[in-house]
């Protein structure tokens, strides 16, 4: 099983992270903020992700370093659990659309952090969750996973719609890239020989 556990603690947060690649997409969510939650809800649950975060952080100031350092624990853990890579897909994608909202996203397991982030949320907050968080997410994210990875909403009127088209096709992509390939045998997919 490709599982990984990592704790991460910092004067602003401390964060638990414990996942498997391989699970059924079962989650225990509990970051004190409800929709960071449903959002790792959306990875799990699409991704068959088994996925437990738990964080204590100072949301006292606002939700900046838990969204953040979240991205950069799950980042570690997702690295972690994924070992070599020989023998996966590497390369994953997904569209998914929330009735109007439509969402792609492209993820190599390249070994190189580069985020390519284009979303125009139709408007700044989501009860009282600022989308601008999403952005560092994703951003600690690819920089400890060492990913490359695209998102793009292609469109959307309700701000909800489009983050979770996102959240649910970035599970997606995560699947089909850590995938066995069941041709590649156990041989890393890279003519460099390295990941």
């Known amino acids: 099983m490709r599982t990984a556990k990592v704790t991460r603690n910092t004067l602003e947060t401390r964060i638990s992270v414990s ?16 929709f960071l939650d449903h959002m790792l809800d959306q990875i799990a649950r699409h991704g068959l992700i088994d996925l437990d975060v738990q964080c204590e952080g100072d949301l006292h100031i606002d939700a900046h370093h838990t969204v953040e350092d979240t991205g950069i624990t799950l980042g570690q853990a997702f690295a972690q659990a994924l070992g070599d890579k020989k023998g996966i897909r590497r390369y994953g994608h997904a569209y998914v659309p929330l009735d109007e909202a439509l969402s792609r996203v492209v993820i190599d397991l390249s070994g190189r952090p580069g985020l390519e982030y284009h979303v125009d949320y139709t408007r700044a907050r989501i ?63 890279s003519t460099k020989g390295s990941l």
């Open 19 to 34: 996942l498997n690649l391989d699970g059924t997409g079962v989650s225990t969510l509990a970051t004190g903020v409800p």
């Open 127 to 189: 009860g009282d969750f600022d989308v601008d968080l999403f952005l560092e997410f994703f951003r600690g994210f690819i920089n400890h996973a060492a990913v490359t990875l695209h998102i793009d909403n292609l469109r959307g009127m309700n701000a909800h719609h489009q983050a979770e088209t996102i959240f649910k096709a970035f599970g997606r992509a995560l699947r089909m890239a850590v995938e066995a390939d069941l041709r590649m045998g156990d041989a890393l997919p």
